[in-house]
């Protein structure tokens, strides 16, 4: 059974790192395709002022965003990573209850 927890436990990580590695890439297309607007506002040099504040707003929203998402995905992990230590806790406990039950 313990050898089922590790590989459980592997798993949750390779999930938790392939959720952490897609937000970031997600996070950094969303980010480029969402300056655009601003780009092409800067050049024409319509709002430039503006433009450059609001794309600087924008940026640290959607980064924001995807923090929360890590964030989530770290404490999920966490929390995922307790269960699997209880459990193995109270497999050790029930052997050594019947440990002491053949004794």
Do not use: C, W
């Not at 404490?75 to 459990?87: P, T």
């Amino acid at each position: 059974m313990k050898k089922t927890v590790q590989r459980a436990e592997l798993l949750k990580d390779m999930i938790q790192e392939a959720i952490e590695d897609g937000a970031s890439t997600v996070e950094d297309v969303h980010q480029h395709i969402a300056s655009l607007p601003f780009d092409a506002l800067e050049k024409l040099g319509l709002f430039e002022e503006q433009a450059a504040s609001l794309k600087d707003k924008q940026r640290k929203t959607i980064g924001m965003v995807y923090d929360t998402i890590r964030r989530i995905n770290q404490d999920i992990g966490s929390l995922i990573s307790e269960q699997f230590a209880a459990l193995e806790d109270a497999q050790a406990a029930s052997k050594n209850m019947d440990k002491n039950d053949d004794e």
